[in-house]
C-alpha cells in the first residue's frame, strides 16, 4: 500500500488523513485474488481513495489505548470499501513486563465476504539498551 495527500492532526492524541492510494496484491497459488476470471495474472494494481486515522490515549499511567482504522476504496468499486481497523491496549504490569491486547478487524471483499477478527493477549518484556 502507498499513498499520498493530506493529514490534519486534530488533537495530540488524534491525527487522520486522506488521499490518494495504491494497492498492490502478488501471489502464486491464489490467482483468484489477482485474476478472478482467468486465474493467470499474478500481481493486481489498484488505485483509489484512502482515508487513516489513528488514536493514541493515554488511560491511566500504565494503561495505553492506540487504534488505527484504515479504510481503501479502488475507483472502478467506490461503493465497497476495504476495512482495518487495529486497536491495541498496553498495560506495563512492571518496569520490564508489559501487556499488550491487540483486537484486528479485516474485511475486503475481494478476500472474503466474511469479517476477520484476530485477537491477542501477548506479554514481552522491555529493556533499554542505551
Given at each position: ?101 491487540n ?16 485477537e ?11
Open positions: 500500500m502507498q499513498a499520498i495527500g493530506m493529514a490534519y492532526k486534530v488533537s495530540p492524541n488524534f491525527t487522520t488523513r486522506l488521499g490518494l492510494g495504491f494497492q498492490e496484491t502478488f501471489t502464486n497459488d491464489f490467482r483468484h485474488y489477482t485474476d478472478p476470471e482467468n486465474l493467470v495474472d499474478k500481481f493486481k494494481f489498484e488505485t483509489g481513495l484512502e482515508s487513516v486515522t489513528n488514536a493514541n490515549f493515554t488511560l491511566d499511567d500504565n494503561l495505553l489505548f492506540t487504534s488505527e482504522l484504515r479504510l481503501f476504496s479502488a475507483f472502478d468499486e467506490l461503493d465497497v470499501w476495504d476495512v482495518r481497523f487495529d486497536n491495541t491496549i498496553t498495560a506495563q504490569v512492571t518496569k520490564l513486563v508489559n501487556v499488550n491486547l483486537v484486528l478487524l479485516i474485511y475486503d471483499k475481494s478476500q472474503t465476504l466474511k469479517t476477520q477478527i484476530k491477542a493477549l501477548q506479554i514481552g518484556i522491555t529493556y533499554n539498551l542505551f
